[in-house]
């Protein structure tokens, strides 16, 4: 799959519409970080890692942007940036883990804004190469637990598009691939956005790996028919006691457990935000008119009726058989000790 961001050549952040998907592939381009976070918002581009690159390369924009200024005028046009961005939206870890990088070398420079507009530049650019990195290690770690034969469920679209490449979930089926096993992929389709009918299905059948797509009420039933053999799911924010994800991913791990099938979780370490507990996070609710109006067009429920869209759903970690880090496979325990 070709990247779903980069920062071009003429310093500008380009990325692949993922409304648009699966039947257009086409690129947006901004010199803006007003536009970068918007784009965010409207989930142009979505996926935790993919996220925080997004935000990254929208402080960078803003450095260009400001970088005339006296340095007082530049940091506090910089701090609004870096506030419109952490706004877009609340449950990815890896956004704020982003603008959080980027300040931090921007309050700590001494010299001119103009010349630290190109450090941060160069710091965005960085964090892309080694998001890239990070996934391919996750897919070596990930790749040890498939066997040839392994049939792999995976909820929403936590691959290539929602990574800058390769992905997280989807990486250790990438990797066993190339190592020679023979893997599948079973996607959710995932309600109400679609990102594993619309997007997962794309990128696998884009690299030519097997994939089927399911609706999201039937992994249950294909668990209890012995045609699926582990699950793995991306994540938006690991807490010390849980896995954030998208809505339906505890229903999958639920299911998961009481057909003895394994749970991982592909968490780049950027992900993961263990000094806090479930309570400290906020889950994303988005638009009702997602629930209500399939992809914004078909309106299936009566006028008047009320919708929840909760984004995100929290899978308590005795559901979860391992968390798959660029650095290993660990369980809870293993996981607080090595990174807390
Ligand atoms: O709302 P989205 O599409 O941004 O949600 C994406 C997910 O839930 C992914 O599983 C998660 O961000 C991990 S992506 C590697």
């Known amino acids: 799959?070709?990247?779903?961001?980069?920062?071009?050549?003429?310093?500008?952040?380009?990325?692949?519409?993922?409304?648009?998907?699966?039947?257009?592939?086409?690129?947006?381009?901004?010199?803006?970080?007003?536009?970068?976070?918007?784009?965010?918002k409207v989930m142009n581009i979505r996926g935790a890692p993919?996220?925080?690159?997004?935000?990254?390369?929208?402080?960078?924009?803003?450095t260009i942007e400001y970088r005339d200024l006296p340095k007082e005028k530049f940091l506090e046009s910089m701090e609004k940036?870096?506030?419109?961005?952490?706004?877009?939206?609340?449950?990815?870890?890896?956004?704020?883990?982003?603008?959080?990088?980027?300040?931090?070398?921007?309050?700590?420079?001494?010299?001119?804004?103009?010349?630290?507009?190109?450090?941060?530049?160069?710091?965005?650019?960085?964090?892309?190469?080694?998001?890239?990195?990070?996934?391919?290690?996750?897919?070596?770690?990930?790749?040890?637990?498939l066997q040839d034969g392994d049939v792999v469920l995976t909820h929403c679209n936590a691959g290539s598009l929602a990574t800058v490449q390769y992905g997280t979930a989807l990486a250790p089926v990438r990797s066993a691939i190339e190592q020679g096993k023979k893997i599948s992929v079973i996607a959710d389709e995932t309600r109400p956005r679609l990102q594993g009918a619309r997007l997962t299905a794309y990128e696998l059948q884009y690299d030519n790996i097997p994939v089927k797509v399911i609706s999201d009420t039937s992994s249950g039933l294909l668990m209890r028919l012995g045609k699926i053999n582990k699950v793995i799911v991306g994540t938006d924010r690991v807490t010390s006691d849980?896995?954030?994800?998208?809505?339906?991913?505890?229903?999958?791990?639920?299911?998961?457990?009481?057909?003895?099938?394994?749970?991982?979780?592909?968490?780049?370490s950027s992900t993961?935000?263990?000094?806090?507990?479930?309570?400290?996070?906020?889950?994303?609710?988005?638009?009702?008119?997602e629930v209500s109006n399939v992809l914004g067009k078909v309106q299936i429920v009566p006028d008047g009726v009320e919708c929840l869209n909760y984004a995100f759903d929290i899978t308590p970690f005795r559901l979860v058989t391992g968390v798959i880090t660029e650095d290993g496979v660990f369980t809870h325990k293993e996981l607080l000790k090595k990174y807390e």
């Open 242 to 268: 849980a896995v954030f994800n998208k809505i339906g991913t505890y229903l999958v791990a639920l299911a998961a457990k009481d057909n003895n099938i394994p749970f991982y979780v592909a968490a780049p």
């Open 1 to 40: 799959m070709i990247p779903s961001i980069e920062w071009t050549s003429d310093n500008k952040v380009k990325m692949i519409d993922q409304t648009l998907l699966p039947h257009k592939l086409e690129f947006l381009e901004f010199d803006n970080y007003r536009d970068v976070a918007t784009s965010i």
């Open 81 to 145: 940036a870096a506030n419109i961005i952490r706004s877009t939206r609340p449950t990815a870890s890896n956004l704020f883990w982003a603008v959080d990088r980027i300040w931090k070398i921007i309050t700590s420079y001494p010299d001119s804004p103009k010349n630290l507009s190109e450090l941060v530049i160069e710091e965005a650019k960085l964090m892309a190469q080694e998001d890239i990195t990070v996934n391919k290690n996750i897919g070596k770690r990930g790749a040890e637990l």
């Open 272 to 289: 993961l935000s263990l000094h806090e507990t479930v309570k400290d996070v906020t889950i994303e609710q988005r638009d009702s008119t």
């Open 50 to 62: 993919a996220i925080g690159i997004a935000a990254a390369m929208g402080m960078a924009i803003a």
